[in-house]
């Protein structure tokens, strides 16, 4: 149960949750820090992966297109870093044009970065 702190609800986070979650992510893999470090260690599929993650959340977010572009960009070129099968680069090629066409919607977000995933390589 939240209880109230000033007007707003405070929630409470288990304390095994709080350390699960900080051993299945740690500081190295989140965010910001997460692309350059998968980047940093020669991870490209991985970089480019964690920069769709962050393009979908910026989207969801308030339809942060100019975040969105800069993320779906950054991808693009770990997906060349990293050999990506050429239909990667065609569901990435798909994901750029809505952005430039004004046609991008959060299920076409996810339906690239699934399809990405898919195509990793084993």
Known sequence: MAETVMGSPKRHTHP??????EVAIPPCCSGRFGRT????AG???DSALAALDLARTAYAEGGRLAEVRTLANEAAVQLTL???HSEAFAAQGLLLKAIRDDALTHALLVQVRQRIETL???
């Open 16 to 21: 095994s949750a709080r350390a699960v979650l």
């Open 37 to 40: 470090g998968f980047a940093e």
């Open 43 to 45: 991870l490209h599929y």
């Open 82 to 84: 990293a050999g990506a």
């Open 120 to 122: 990793r390589p084993s």
